[in-house]
C-alpha cells in the first residue's frame, strides 16, 4: 500500500508504523512521523496533538447505497414478474446477490463485536429497538391499509422487511462463538443445509431465513481489506460482464421452469413442495451463484467518494421506510392498471423505486426518525466504568495549571 522511502546514503529502511483503521474497520495510510515517532505537530508543540476524526470507507458506503436501490427495485418488480418475464429474470438475478452482498457487508463490520457493554448497547439500541418499533409500526399499516384488522402483533413473528433486522440481532450476538470454531463457513453451510430441510423449525423470529442467510454473515466476518481490493480489479471487472449476462440468460429460461421463493431462503424444500434432499443441493447452489454474482456486484461499486456516498450512511433508514410504499401500492392496487403491464409502466415502477429510496436514505429525513432508529436511551442503561475510561482516555489531556513557584 505505502512505499517506504529510503534515506540518502543509507541502504537501512526504517519500519513503517502499523496503519491506523478508519471507523468501517479498513486500514489507512499513516501520516508522517518524526524520528521519535510523532507526528510533526506534536513534535512542534510538546504536546500530544487530537486525535483525527474517523473516516467513513466511500466504498462500503457506495456498497450499502447501490444494495439497497436493488432492493427497492426488486420489489417494484415482483408484482410484474406474473406478466413480464423479462421483469421476472431481473428480479431473479438480482434477489439471488441484493441481500446476500447486504449481509456480508454487515458481518464485515461486525468483526470487531463483543459482548462489551457499549457494544452490546449499540446492538439493542441500534437494532432491537428499531425492530421492535417498526414490527408494530407494519402490523398497524397492514390492519389499516389492507382492511385486515384481525392482523396479529408479534414480535416473535417478524413480518415483512423486519425479518433482517431479528437475523442481524441474532448473528451479531453469534460473533464470539464463529471466532473460535473451526472452519466457520463450512459449519455455517451445515446449518443453513440443516435448516433448508427442517420444515417443523416454524415462522419464530423468521429462523429459516436466519439459518439459511447465515453462511453469508459469516464470510463477511471473515473477509479482509484485501479480498475487496482483489474483487474491484480490472479483470474482475471484464469477467464479471459475461457473467451478469449469462446470469441473466439463465435467470429467463429458468423464469418459468423455477419457484422463485427458493431466492427468499424463508421455507424448508418439503414446505415448497420438493423433496428434502432438494433443500440441500439448492442451498449450496445458491450460495454459490449468490457469492458469484455478489463478487461481480462488488467488482463494479466505485472506491471514490460520489454524488451517493453520503446516502450509505442511512442506508437502513430507506429500508424499513420504503416498506409502507412498497406494501401499500399492492394494498391500493396500484399494479392493477394496464399501464403498469407495459414496459414503460415498469420502467417507471423502476425509477420510482430508485428514486423514493434514495430520498429516503438522505440526511434531512435520517435527522427526522434518528429518535426511532437511533434513540440514546441513556436511562435504561447503566454508566460502564470501563467505557467511561476510554473515553477519558481517548480525549486530549487538558494542560494542568502550574502552581507558581517562589523566586
Not at 401500492?329 to 403491464?341: L, N
Request: glycine content about 6%; charged content about 20%; hydrophobic content about 45%.
Amino acid at each position: 500500500m505505502t512505499n517506504s522511502l529510503r534515506p540518502h546514503g543509507s541502504d537501512s529502511r526504517a519500519p513503517l508504523p502499523p496503519a491506523r483503521p478508519t471507523a468501517d474497520g479498513v486500514p489507512s495510510p499513516p501520516g508522517p512521523r518524526g524520528r521519535s515517532g510523532s507526528s510533526p505537530a506534536e513534535e512542534s508543540s510538546g504536546s500530544p496533538a487530537p486525535r483525527p476524526a474517523k473516516q467513513r470507507d466511500a466504498f462500503f458506503d457506495n456498497a450499502k447505497y447501490l444494495a439497497i436501490v436493488l432492493v427497492a427495485m426488486g420489489h417494484a418488480w415482483e408484482p410484474l414478474t406474473d406478466h413480464s418475464r423479462a421483469a421476472e429474470a431481473l428480479y431473479m438475478v438480482v434477489y439471488t446477490f441484493h441481500m446476500p452482498a447486504f449481509i456480508l457487508i454487515s458481518g464485515y463490520f461486525s468483526r470487531s463485536f463483543d459482548m462489551r457493554p457499549d457494544r452490546l448497547k449499540r446492538l439493542i439500541t441500534g437494532v432491537a429497538v428499531p425492530y421492535a418499533v417498526f414490527e408494530v409500526a407494519y402490523s398497524l399499516f397492514k390492519r389499516w391499509a389492507d382492511d385486515d384488522p384481525g392482523h396479529p402483533i408479534s414480535l416473535l413473528d417478524p413480518w415483512y422487511l423486519t425479518w433482517f433486522l431479528i437475523a442481524l440481532f441474532v448473528w451479531r450476538l453469534t460473533t464470539p462463538l464463529w471466532k473460535v470454531v473451526r472452519h466457520p463457513v463450512p459449519l455455517a453451510l451445515v446449518i443453513a443445509c440443516l435448516a433448508a430441510v427442517s420444515p417443523d423449525i416454524g415462522d419464530d423470529l423468521d429462523l429459516q431465513r436466519v439459518l439459511q442467510f447465515l453462511p453469508f454473515f459469516v464470510v463477511g466476518l471473515f473477509m479482509k481489506p484485501e479480498h475487496f481490493r482483489r474483487l474491484r480489479g480490472r479483470t474482475a471487472r471484464v469477467l464479471s460482464l459475461p457473467v451478469f449476462a449469462a446470469a441473466l440468460a439463465l435467470a429467463y429460461w429458468a423464469g418459468p421452469r423455477m419457484n422463485s421463493a427458493w431466492f427468499y431462503h424463508r421455507d424448508s424444500a418439503q414446505e415448497l413442495g420438493a423433496p428434502w434432499w432438494a433443500g440441500v443441493v439448492m442451498t449450496l447452489a445458491l450460495f454459490g451463484c449468490s457469492m458469484v454474482l455478489t463478487g461481480c456486484f462488488f467488482a463494479w461499486v466505485p472506491g471514490r467518494r460520489m454524488w451517493f456516498t453520503v446516502l450509505g450512511a442511512g442506508t437502513l433508514y430507506g429500508y424499513l421506510l420504503h416498506g409502507f410504499l412498497a406494501k401499500g401500492s399492492r394494498f391500493w392496487g396500484w399494479y392493477d392498471h394496464a399501464w403498469a403491464q407495459q414496459v414503460w409502466g415498469e420502467m417507471a415502477a423502476t425509477a420510482v423505486a430508485a428514486a423514493v429510496i434514495t430520498v429516503l436514505c438522505t440526511p434531512p429525513v435520517r435527522r427526522v426518525f434518528r429518535s426511532v432508529m437511533e434513540p440514546e436511551l441513556a436511562w435504561a442503561f447503566r454508566k460502564d466504568p470501563a467505557s467511561e475510561a476510554r473515553r477519558r482516555a481517548s480525549s486530549p489531556a487538558e494542560p494542568r495549571e502550574k502552581a507558581p513557584q517562589n523566586a
